[in-house]
């Protein structure tokens, strides 16, 4: 049978929780427990119902634990090892605080015992919820840490991806490096989540450094056709010349169908802008040609003109000389 006392020591100090105990032990809860069950350690319980060990009798396991080992029966014990504690004095100092004290005084020293007892485990307990905390927040911290690192490796890979993927060859040095920048400060998580898909992302990446390439690209433009441009303009004024003269009437002679070139090529080149369309500058040859046909009409008539004038005369003189001759007639 396990002996146990019906009062607690004067201070909480003499006596300990089953986990101090085992602390000093150096086992657990249950084999100070079982201590207890054997008889090894005298308990108690408080009016709260937690169970406590005597310090004296742990002190004691915990003194015969760490004693060395016995020496053989042949051999002295050395002069200067001390003396054996005797194992039954604690308990007497304890008996003989609690010897002559009134009950009223125990029940008091019990509740104050079993209030600092009391306080001791909220002070564990809030120890514990702390140290949980800080080590969950350790944890937290290391997880953000992680996400982080792999969260900047994916956005890393993103921006090599755009460089390689659709940044030509021909693209020089200083506008790479500019695009490399713009990049760099574009692809970020918050408008590359890891929830957007990859067909989504390389779409976005491609418009990207499109609109970063879009001012070279104008630039290397207008440099081809500022390149291109005397050819051009020579071709479409050529064009639409032999369009006019296509359109000439059969009956011009060879002297009128050069001045009409002459001057239509001086009117489509003075007309001309860089970029002109092929069908504006037929337009203006053919404006040339209208011009040239209406003259050419005026002409035609005013001749038709004077023909009719001339046959007039012709008729009014032979009036003339039939009168003449009617007259000579009646003499």
């Known amino acids: ?51 406590r060990v005597d310090r004296g009798d742990v002190e004691r396991l915990a003194a015969n634990a760490a004693a060395p080992p016995e020496q053989p029966a042949d051999e002295e014990p050395a002069d200067d090892a001390p003396p054996e504690p005797d194992a039954q004095a604690p308990r007497a100092a304890h008996r003989q605080r609690w010897e002559g004290m009134p009950p009223w005084r125990r029940r008091v020293r019990e509740a104050q015992a079993d209030v600092e007892v009391l306080g001791l485990d909220d002070k564990k307990d809030r120890l514990q919820e702390a140290r949980a905390e800080r080590q969950a927040a350790r944890e937290r911290a290391a997880a953000d840490r992680q996400l982080q690192a792999s969260e900047e490796a994916r956005l890393r890979q993103l921006k090599t991806q755009a460089l390689a ?15 490399a920048h713009e990049i760099e400060q574009t692809i970020t998580s918050t408008k590359y989540p890891r929830s957007l898909s990859n067909v989504n992302a390389y779409a976005l990446l491609k418009a990207e450094v499109d609109r970063c390439l ?41 002297s009128m169908r050069s001045a009409f070139e002459r001057e239509c090529r001086r009117v489509v080149a003075g007309e001309y802008q860089p970029g002109m369309d092929q069908v504006d500058a037929n337009a203006v040859a053919q404006d040339v040609l209208d011009q040239w046909l209406d003259e050419d009409d005026d002409e035609l008539e005013d001749a038709d003109g004077l023909d009719d004038d001339l046959d007039d005369a012709d008729v009014a003189d032979d009036d003339t000389d039939d009168e003449e001759d009617d007259d000579g007639d009646d003499w």
């Open 214 to 254: 879009a001012p070279w690209r104008e630039r290397q433009a207008a440099a081809a056709r500022a390149a291109r441009e005397p050819k051009l303009r020579e071709l479409t004024i050529l064009t639409a010349v032999v369009y006019a003269m296509q359109q000439m009437p059969a009956d011009w002679d060879t």
């Open 165 to 179: 993927w659709y940044v030509t060859y021909d693209v020089p040095a200083d506008v790479r490096a500019q695009v």
């Open 1 to 51: 049978m396990t002996p146990t006392r019906s009062t607690t020591s004067p201070t909480v100090s003499d006596w300990l929780s089953p986990a101090a105990a085992g602390a000093l032990l150096g086992v657990g809860p249950d084999r100070v427990a079982q201590l207890a069950r054997d008889g090894s350690l005298h308990t108690m319980r408080t009016p709260g119902g937690h169970l």
